[in-house]
């Protein structure tokens, strides 16, 4: 035997081979318990997810059943008083006379108008009509035509209305504008007044 080989020291895998391949298998068990563990533990997280989106799929379908049924229970009330116009009007189409006055069809024409009036108050919408004279504003009225002046006083004051605005019963906010005729001075219609 040379020097080498006496000084060369025996490790354990010469004095017991089977003794690390034991360890690792014993290791490797270990990690598919671990491994086996956490695939039960991920699908019981995936049910439980699973279960949770149907809950929340749920709840999503009942608050918008909810929202519809809230939104119909608000409109119920126009929803009624549009089917009595709708009725109202049906009947007066059958019974309108052969011959009716001009004062009698106004007179016909703005009581349904007045009914509709009533149906918009009750959903918190008011009729607004601008005084003649008024200064025109932008916000509340659109303008839907000119009236030449000469008088300069009366240059961006409303001069007729075209048809009412509307606006929120409780805090006045526009819904929509006044359609108006607002006066325009004109230098020519004032010279014109004076040369008369």
């Given at each position: 035997m040379s020097d080498a080989e006496e000084e060369r020291p025996s490790g354990p895998a010469e004095d017991d081979p089977g003794e690390p391949a034991g360890a690792v298998l014993a290791a490797v068990s270990e990690l598919r318990a671990s491994?086996?563990?956490?695939?039960?533990?991920?699908?019981?997280?995936?049910?439980?997810?699973?279960?949770?989106?149907?809950?929340?799929?749920r709840l999503h379908e009942e608050v918008e059943r909810l929202r519809a049924g809230e939104a119909r229970a608000l409109l119920r009330p126009a929803v009624t008083d549009l089917r009595r116009l709708r009725d109202d009007l049906l009947t007066q189409s059958r019974s309108v006379p052969e011959a009716m006055t001009r004062d009698e069809v106004t007179a016909l024409l703005e009581s349904y108008a007045v009914s509709v009036e009533l149906t918009l108050e009750r959903c918190g919408i008011v009729a607004v009509r601008p005084a003649p004279d008024t200064r025109f504003d932008p916000r509340q009225h659109q303008a839907?035509?000119?009236?030449?002046?000469?008088?300069?006083?009366?240059?961006?004051?409303?001069?007729?209305?075209?048809?009412?605005?509307?606006?929120?019963?409780?805090?006045?906010l526009p819904v929509a504008p006044a359609r108006v005729i607002v006066y325009r001075h004109a230098d020519g219609a004032s010279r014109d007044d004076q040369a008369g």
């Open positions: 491994l086996a563990g956490l695939q039960s533990q991920a699908a019981r997280d995936h049910d439980r997810a699973q279960a949770r989106e149907a809950v929340i799929d839907s035509g000119i009236a030449e002046t000469g008088q300069h006083d009366l240059g961006g004051m409303v001069a007729g209305i075209v048809s009412d605005g509307y606006a929120e019963a409780d805090g006045g």
